[in-house]
């Protein structure tokens, strides 16, 4: 089994920035792509950035400029840094690892953007 913990999270105001962490722990051999989504009240989870073992990556459009992903393969870890944020960014964030034919979700962390 692999858990997933999720930091950064947390009340920004439009402008901003934050820097998301997920560290995987558990049985882990081979982590292949590790991504971000998030789902804000009332709307359905969406894709926000994914980055493979390799290093490619692609973003979300309206977050293209504004939100970096990478990854430690070292450390099991991805990251998402966030600028340049806006209201509508608003959501909990969940980190997503996919290794062999599973697929493992974080708890999610919650990102507010306002003033």
């Known amino acids: 089994q692999v858990q997933l913990v999720e930091s950064g999270g947390g009340l920004v105001q439009p402008g901003g920035s934050l820097r998301l962490s997920c560290a995987a722990s558990?049985?882990?051999?081979?982590?292949?792509?590790m991504g971000w989504y998030r789902q804000a009240p009332g709307k359905q989870r969406e894709l926000v950035a994914v980055?493979?073992?390799?290093?490619?990556?692609n973003y979300e459009d309206s977050v293209k400029g504004r939100f970096t992903i990478s990854r430690d393969n070292a450390k099991n870890t991805v990251y998402l840094q966030m600028n340049s944020l806006k209201p509508e960014d608003t959501a909990v964030y969940y980190c997503?690892?996919?290794?062999?034919?599973?697929?493992?979700w974080g708890q999610g962390t919650q990102v507010t953007v306002s003033s």
């Open positions: 558990g049985s882990i051999f081979k982590i292949n792509a």
């Open positions: 980055i493979s073992r390799g290093g490619s990556t």
């Open positions: 997503n690892m996919d290794q062999g034919l599973s697929t493992y």
